[in-house]
């Protein structure tokens, strides 16, 4: 009697320690409990209202210099002229014709393709790292990093090309009075395949424009040269990314291994971040030069698709061709690299921890209904 007694007890034991997981795995999102955590679309949508935001926050501190970037790389076709610009000589010419207003032309269209690729970028890559380091342990590391950067990033470009062509068409532009002063230079020297489109005054007005002259192909000219500008620069930068922060544990663990010293993300990001964004962007410059010539043209073109560009640049200018704007290139994303990356770490810290304690306080009253409504065991 005893030992039936026992197993009774026992049997009983079981059921109840049993039955909340089994409930509590049937009420819970199916990612936590069939470790498929490669999606889970509490991560996801965190990460891309973060990303999206440090993005277009990112772009709106560094746009003057980004305009800089893009006014030095147009000269070619503007002016038909080798003799070209440096970067402080473009900043006096756009402040004397221009004023500030010239520096923040194509803002608003900015804003927008930085949110849309930096909420992508940042919500897929995790999820994306994650699926490929199961799924490709070959490809674990580095290159699920540079894959993860890259494909995130090329999401996003459904959005951020035609903001980015209707950016940079604004940014040559200026004002009204500096685009007719163009043009009219242009009439006068007679420069080939110089592009000619009205004066945009907003985005809207310029997107509707790009689309009644020249459709589709208009507002999503250059696209894959713009992937492959991007694809690379965004893989790589994440690559940097994380390649330095590892670094920075290898050095804290060598040098000061019985601290308990935690440094600020918020700030780590910013540090790393910046190099990360300068040496991809260095890299990847040559990319931009052509994507940059191919997204301003207007209805006459002057390059026949990317490899033409590529040819005709190089026959012209050679090798400092590739790497005009380089300067501007990076003096734009070192801060604006650190920013987002510093602003992704800022909310993750801030406000991912609520989040965090909030599931799990929500897995724990699972877990004590779950025992509640176990039924007696006679």
């Known amino acids: 009697m005893a030992i039936r007694e026992r197993e009774s007890f026992s049997a009983a034991s079981m059921a109840v320690s049993s039955a909340p997981s089994i409930q509590a795995q049937a009420t819970l999102p199916h990612s936590i409990y069939s470790g498929n955590q490669f999606f889970d679309l509490d991560v996801v949508w965190r990460e891309f209202l973060w990303g999206g935001i440090a993005g277009a ?3 709106g501190m560094m746009h003057p210099v980004d305009t800089l970037k893009t006014r030095i790389q147009s000269q070619a076709i ?7 610009n440096s970067i402080l000589q473009m900043m006096r010419t756009v ?3 221009d004023g500030l207003r ?4 194509g803002v608003t269209p900015g804003l927008t393709g930085s949110l849309a690729t930096g909420a992508t970028y940042f919500g897929f890559i995790e999820s994306a790292k994650k699926w490929i380091e199961k799924s490709h342990p070959g490809l674990g590391g580095h290159w699920a990093h540079f894959l993860a950067g890259g494909v995130g990033d090329a999401l996003g470009s459904f959005v951020y090309v035609p903001c980015e062509v209707i950016k940079q068409r604004m940014q040559v532009q200026g004002t009204n009075a500096s685009w007719k002063s163009v043009i009219n230079n242009a009439n006068s020297v ?3 395949g110089v592009l ?3 004066y945009y005054t907003g985005m809207l007005h310029a997107g509707c424009s790009i689309w009644k002259e020249q459709g589709p192909r208009g507002l999503y000219a250059g696209y894959w ?3 492959a500008r991007d694809v690379p620069f965004a893989g790589l930068m994440v690559t940097f990314y994380e ?3 590892n670094l920075n544990e290898y050095g804290k663990k060598k040098w000061i291994p019985n601290s308990n010293y935690q440094g600020s993300s918020s700030l780590e990001g910013l540090a790393l971040g910046g190099i990360a964004g300068g040496l991809s962007a260095y890299v990847t410059t040559p990319l931009d030069v052509v994507k940059t010539r191919l997204q301003i043209q207007g209805p006459v073109l002057r390059y026949n698709g990317w490899l033409d560009a590529i040819e005709r640049t190089w026959m012209i200018e050679g090798t400092k061709g590739f790497f005009r704007g380089s300067i501007p290139r990076i003096l734009w994303y070192v801060p604006a690299s650190a920013l987002t990356f510093m602003g992704v770490e800022f909310l993750r810290d801030h406000f991912n921890g609520g989040l965090e304690i909030g599931k799990r306080q929500d897995v724990m009253s699972i877990s004590v209904d779950g025992k509640m409504s176990l039924p007696e065991v006679p």
């Open 225 to 227: 040269s713009t992937l």
């Open 190 to 192: 007679k420069v080939p």
């Open 95 to 97: 402040w004397a014709a």
């Open 243 to 245: 390649a330095l922060k």
């Open 196 to 198: 000619m489109y009205g």
């Open 78 to 84: 503007l002016s038909g002229s080798q003799n070209q």
């Open 102 to 105: 010239g520096f923040y032309r």
């Open 57 to 59: 926050f990112g772009e």
